[in-house]
């Protein structure tokens, strides 16, 4: 191997010599990965082939100044977005180009990501708020002597109210959690008196949708877990809300705790809560997507209860916050399971 050979050899990214006649002098394994193999020795604009690059990579070999272009295929499974340099190098054989391609496809789908996000929350709150405008339009104009109309608007009005701030304090609980992310909780959580604790304080709301809630399983000699324990509330109190409002009347919501025992999932000792309900159950192919910020089954249905589309997506940064997982179970007609399962330590 040459010592150009070996240089390009090393460059941690798909990397490109081309010489001053304009045949390809190196490339390295991950160039060939990207290009196709056996492009030595070929006229570069039989390997590269998209334009904006050749003129760039012309360009250089003319003027030596350094180009920076983009380069854009599919690896089989996505779109790919390459950041391409193209710099002079000078060779026994005269001035050449090295041209070499930054992987950005990540950066790309980020930036996407941020900017449906930030779509999505104005839409969120957009519905509200054009509500709210209506009805202030109204009560200072044709309704403005009309008591009755008036209770009836400011009863709306208050509803549309507090979606707004139940979805202002879920994006700021949703942040918070995805901030603390990466740190791990320091907390010991006694997890059957959390799961106690919530069943009592949501037992009126399940009065009140005629749900009746029940708790199972080993609560004697349960194990502290390493948690946070404000963060596992959020969990139980997100899943059993859902499952009283998604289950309609009649309908029985359990929630079992499993001690700890060795959990393939989690690959160590874990523990276990789910909360099961004879709800309507979901249709398998919603099912990957529920934790997905602001995806619901029907939106309608969901608005309609207060849903904000974002319950699931912060149990699911809690979870994994925890080194835990997430596990839904669901079929039409046969009700749902959500069970999450938490490493009894986490390493
Ligand atoms: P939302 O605020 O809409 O409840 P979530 O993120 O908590 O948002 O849930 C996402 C969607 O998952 C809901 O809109 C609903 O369609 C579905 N879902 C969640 N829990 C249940 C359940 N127990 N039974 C049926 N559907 C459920």
């Not at 789910?274 to 192919?285: E, K, L």
């Not at 969901?302 to 699911?316: D, F, H, P």
């Amino acid at each position: 191997m040459s010592l150009i050979d070996s240089f390009v050899a090393a460059i941690p990214m798909p990397a490109v010599l081309i010489r001053a006649d304009e045949r390809i002098a190196a490339a390295n394994t991950d160039a060939e990965r990207l290009l196709g193999r056996g492009i030595v020795q070929r006229h570069f604009i039989t390997a590269l082939r998209q334009p904006t690059l050749l003129d760039s990579i012309e360009a250089t070999l003319r003027d030596g100044k350094p180009r920076l272009t983009s380069f854009l295929t599919n690896d089989g499974r996505q779109d790919t977005t390459f950041r391409v340099s193209c710099r002079r190098v000078e060779l026994d054989s005269g001035p050449g180009v090295l041209v070499t391609f930054e992987d950005i496809t990540h950066l790309e789908q980020a930036g996407q990501m941020r900017r449906d996000f930030v779509a999505n929350v104005s839409h969120e709150l957009r519905t509200p708020l054009t509500a709210l405008m209506g009805f202030i339009e109204t009560l200072r104009g044709p309704a403005r002597d009309d008591a009755a109309a008036r209770d009836r608007f400011l009863g709306i009005m208050q509803n549309e109210a507090g979606r707004m701030n139940r979805l202002v304090g879920d994006l700021l609980s949703l942040s918070r959690v995805e901030a603390d992310e990466r740190l791990r909780p320091t907390g010991r959580v006694d997890l059957p008196a959390l799961a106690a604790e919530e069943i009592g304080r949501l037992t009126p709301l399940a009065q009140d949708a005629g749900v009746t809630l029940l708790i199972e399983g080993a609560t004697e000699g349960f194990p502290a877990i390493p948690g946070d324990s404000d963060q596992l509330r959020q969990v139980i109190t997100n899943l059993l809300e859902n499952a009283i409002k998604y289950s309609g009347q009649g309908a029985r919501v359990t929630v079992t705790l499993g001690g700890p025992e060795y959990r393939p999932r989690l690959r160590q000792n874990g523990v276990s809560l789910s909360v099961r309900d004879t709800g309507p159950g979901i249709a398998q192919h919603h099912i990957p997507r529920l934790t997905e910020r602001f995806y619901r089954v029907d939106s309608h249905r969901s608005r309609e209860m207060g849903g904000t589309g974002l319950g699931l997506a912060i149990v699911k940064h809690i979870v994994n916050r925890h080194r835990g997982r997430l596990r839904i179970e669901s079929a039409p007609g046969r009700g749902t399971t959500f069970t999450v399962l938490l490493p009894a330590e986490i390493a």
